[in-house]
């Protein structure tokens, strides 16, 4: 499988019959992250190569460090083969705003939002995927009105994907970071037996205690490709990351670079 970074946690993964892109049709205009470069994004909007066989599209969440309306109904309509599974906001912003052509693509799309901590299954032409509803991490603000601390991402839906493509199992974990509630830390347990090739996390989710535990106990993965960094974390991050973590950990310096695993 080749794993190619598109910029935050945008990934293309492909192998001999099948290509995912995750997160990745977003502008990638906004640092501090990684920029897509114009003719990048232009080729993913059109739907041309290396983006002209895109099997599935899936996204963890709306913001758009993630997910751009414009690029991704722009790659639909101009490739009825592939297909798109994403939480149902994703639906509602691409049905609001783009009303006259969204009739075009409507079977494309496929809204999913499994009760929270909770799984469900699909199959999209041989794409096996089990989607789990897990919180976006908590952002706090002050209410200035009432000087209660808000969580600014409380309304956000938010999935997390374990894949199997072509026998190689990828789990991808978007801005979810594990929580105080017991419950946050059932959809690992379910992975305990899963032999996970490649998982990719966030820094907030390596860096934090309770992530430290659920990666070595349950998700266990062979490698894992460290996400969402700006770009000037990357070389100083490393240090505060436990050894036995260090050993497997991939971290891209440029849009459109590739891996193979
Ligand atoms: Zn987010």
Redesign the pocket.
């Known amino acids: 499988m080749e794993i190619t970074y598109i910029s935050n946690e945008g990934f293309m993964f492909k192998t001999e019959n099948k290509t995912v892109l995750i997160d990745s049709l977003h502008r990638g205009e906004y640092p501090p992250y990684d920029l897509i470069k114009p003719h990048v994004l232009e080729q993913m909007q059109k739907a041309v190569a290396p983006f002209d066989k895109i099997d599935l599209i899936l996204f963890t969440?709306h913001?758009y460090?993630?997910f751009d309306p414009y690029t991704t109904i722009l790659h639909l309509s101009n490739n009825s083969k592939t297909k798109l599974v994403a939480p149902p906001q994703i639906q509602n912003i691409l049905q609001e705003h783009f009303s006259e052509i969204y009739d075009l693509v409507e079977g494309q799309i496929n809204s999913c939002l499994p009760k929270l901590y909770t799984c469900e299954t699909m199959n999209i032409d041989g794409i096996e995927l089990k989607i789990y509803q897990v919180p976006?991490s908590e952002y706090l603000e002050m209410n200035e009105i009432t000087g209660d601390k808000v969580n600014k991402?409380a309304t956000?839906k938010h999935l997390m994907f374990l894949l199997e493509i072509d026998e190689k199992k990828i789990l991808h974990v978007g801005?979810s970071i594990p929580n105080d509630d017991k419950k946050s830390i059932e959809p690992y347990k379910e992975m305990i037996d899963d032999q996970i090739d490649v998982a990719f996390l966030s820094n907030w989710f390596i860096l934090n205690p309770k992530g430290q535990e659920i990666i070595e106990k349950y998700i266990k993965p062979e490698q894992i490709v460290l996400m969402h960094l700006e770009s000037e974390e990357k070389t100083k991050i490393s240090k505060d990351i436990p050894k036995n973590i260090q050993s497997k950990l991939t971290i891209f310096d440029n849009s459109m670079e590739s891996i193979t695993i």
């Open positions: 969440h913001h460090d993630h976006h991402h956000v801005d």
